[in-house]
Every structure is written in structure tokens, then in C-alpha cells.
């Protein structure tokens, strides 16, 4: 089986993380900003797993990108509870949006 | 082969994500997104890494996040169209880290790299995954962060329950 070249993998996370930038930045939606967020940390742990294949032994590549996903998983939990009461208060969830009313 | 076409369809999909207005589109965009790149690991060997995206991206967060927008915006209504703002700005950040990452990669010449080339890619070995290597390492080289991401979970879970109750009603 052939493999894959590093250097492929690597351009395909740059790819991932740019368009995950360009979501968090290009967004107004609170939700998509999130899913920009999930996309740049796929791109982090596709790096991981990638360089974790020339450490056959220790794996220490495959363990970080693990804490990753479930750092994300609660941030993602937070992250939405936060939204929803946001929206319950101010009844939008559009970033530009969202300002203290005057008192 | 195979890494090519997911890889394709795992730009492609993010690509799409980025540029629909609907957000139940995106969320699902982004579903082909992770799934390829659910797929991809498994071609470079991290099997357990794989499953465990499949859960908890797939399967947990995903569905979060499609709840989150179906609680977030009345969907026959102009809010389940995201507005798009900083295009100009957005386009060429974006574009300037990707032509800055990618020529970094290209100029560095990552596979010639000493410790790139003593090392062999044979990651597997005699094992059939990496589930028992990875389970071994759990408990013992880092017991201490997976403990400490157990007690980060409860304490996640726990804010997310307090966060989002209606406490008008308490």
C-alpha cells in the first residue's frame, strides 16, 4: 500500500483551517461561527494524526488529537448553551446584533 | 487514491459550508467535511482516532450544533439565512494564511527532515489497530490529563445544563 505524502496531508489541513478562518471571520451567525471554530480544530488534528504516523511507538500524536476532540465536544456544549441564552435575550443569534439595550 | 477523493470532498463540502446562506445546509456540508476526514484517518492509521471522530463529531456535536440552530432561528423565517459580512477582509486573510501556509509547506521539504526519514510509517506493526496501544498509553503515560479531561467534561456538562435553564422559572 502506498503512502500518502506528508506533505499532502499538510496542505489539505491549511486548506481546512483557511476556510475555517474565513468562516469565523465572514459569518454573522453565531451557530456557523462555531462550526468554523470545529473546522479549524479538524485541520490541528489532521496535523497531529499525520506526524503521529512517524511515531509508531509512543503514538503521542493520536493521544493529543484525542484531548482535542473532547476539549472541543465541551467547548461545543458550552458554547451552545451560551448561544441559546443569548438568543432567549436578545431574540437573535446574529453577532452584529447583539447590544445592550439602553437603559 | 482514496485520500485524494476525500480529500477533495473534504474541501469541497467546507467550501460549500462557507458559502451557502442557509444554515441547515452548512450544518450539513459540514457533516461530509467531517466524515472524510473521518475517513482519512483511517488511512493514515489512527483507527480509534477515526471511531472516536465519528461519535463525538458525527454523532455528538454535529447534532448539537444542528440543534442549536434549529433553537436559534425560525427556519421559515430570513433568520435561517446567515448574513455575510467582511467578505472582502474575510476572502484575503483567509487566502493570505492559506498562500503563506501552503508555501511555507512546499519550501520546508517536511519528507526529507532526518527525523522524518529514520523513522518508518509501518504504525501498525504486528497489531491489527491501535486501540490496545492506545488504551495501555491512557493509563499509564497520561493518566493524569485523561483524569483531569474527565473532571473538565462533568464540569462542561454541568455548566451547559446551568447556562441554558429558563431561570425565570426557578
Redesign the interface.
Known amino acids: 500500500m502506498e503512502?500518502?505524502?506528508?506533505?499532502?496531508?499538510?496542505?489539505?489541513s491549511?486548506?481546512?483551517?483557511?476556510?475555517?478562518?474565513?468562516?469565523v471571520?465572514?459569518?454573522?451567525?453565531?451557530?456557523?461561527v462555531?462550526?468554523?471554530i470545529?473546522?479549524i480544530f479538524?485541520a490541528a488534528?489532521?496535523n497531529l494524526?499525520?506526524f503521529?504516523?512517524?511515531?509508531?511507538q509512543?503514538?503521542q500524536g493520536?493521544?493529543f488529537?484525542?484531548?482535542v476532540?473532547?476539549?472541543?465536544?465541551?467547548?461545543?456544549?458550552?458554547a451552545?448553551?451560551?448561544?441559546?441564552?443569548v438568543?432567549?435575550y436578545f431574540k437573535?443569534?446574529?453577532l452584529?446584533q447583539i447590544v445592550t439595550p439602553e437603559k | 487514491m482514496l485520500?485524494?477523493i476525500f480529500?477533495i470532498l473534504?474541501?469541497l463540502s467546507?467550501?460549500y459550508?462557507?458559502l451557502t446562506r442557509n444554515?441547515l445546509y452548512?450544518?450539513f456540508s459540514?457533516l461530509i467535511?467531517?466524515l472524510s476526514?473521518a475517513g482519512?484517518?483511517v488511512?493514515?492509521?489512527?483507527d480509534?482516532?477515526a471511531v472516536?471522530?465519528l461519535m463525538?463529531?458525527v454523532g455528538?456535536?454535529l447534532v448539537?450544533?444542528l440543534?442549536?440552530?434549529m433553537?436559534?432561528?425560525r427556519v421559515h423565517d430570513k433568520?435561517v439565512l446567515?448574513?455575510?459580512?467582511?467578505?472582502v477582509?474575510?476572502?484575503l486573510?483567509?487566502?493570505f494564511?492559506?498562500v503563506g501556509?501552503?508555501y511555507t509547506?512546499?519550501k520546508a521539504n517536511?519528507?526529507t527532515l532526518p527525523?522524518?526519514q529514520t523513522?518508518?510509517?509501518?504504525?501498525?506493526?504486528n497489531q491489527k489497530s491501535?486501540v490496545q496501544?492506545?488504551g495501555i498509553?491512557?493509563m499509564t503515560?497520561?493518566v493524569v490529563?485523561f483524569e483531569l479531561?474527565s473532571l473538565?467534561?462533568l464540569i462542561?456538562?454541568m455548566?451547559?445544563?446551568y447556562?441554558?435553564t429558563?431561570k425565570q422559572k426557578v
Open positions: 503512502q500518502i505524502p506528508l506533505e499532502h496531508i499538510l496542505l489539505l491549511a486548506a481546512l483551517f483557511s476556510i475555517g478562518v474565513l468562516a471571520i465572514s459569518k454573522r451567525h453565531a451557530v456557523v462555531l462550526m468554523g470545529e473546522l479538524n488534528n489532521l494524526v499525520a503521529s504516523r512517524h511515531d509508531p509512543l503514538l493520536q493521544l488529537s484525542l484531548f476532540i473532547l476539549v472541543a465536544a465541551a467547548e461545543a456544549a458550552v451552545l448553551a451560551i448561544v441559546l441564552r438568543y432567549q437573535t443569534a446574529n452584529n | 485520500f485524494y480529500a473534504a474541501v467546507g467550501a459550508m462557507v444554515l452548512a450544518g459540514l467535511t467531517l476526514i482519512i484517518y488511512l493514515l492509521f489512527a480509534f482516532i472516536t471522530q463525538v463529531y455528538g456535536v448539537l450544533l440543534f442549536g440552530i433553537l436559534s432561528s433568520s446567515s448574513e455575510n459580512v467582511n467578505t477582509w474575510g476572502t486573510v483567509a487566502g494564511i492559506l501556509l501552503s509547506i512546499l517536511i519528507s527525523w522524518l523513522t518508518e510509517l509501518d504504525v501498525l506493526g491501535t496501544s492506545i498509553k491512557l503515560d497520561v490529563p479531561a473538565l467534561l462542561a456538562l455548566g451547559a445544563a447556562i441554558a429558563d
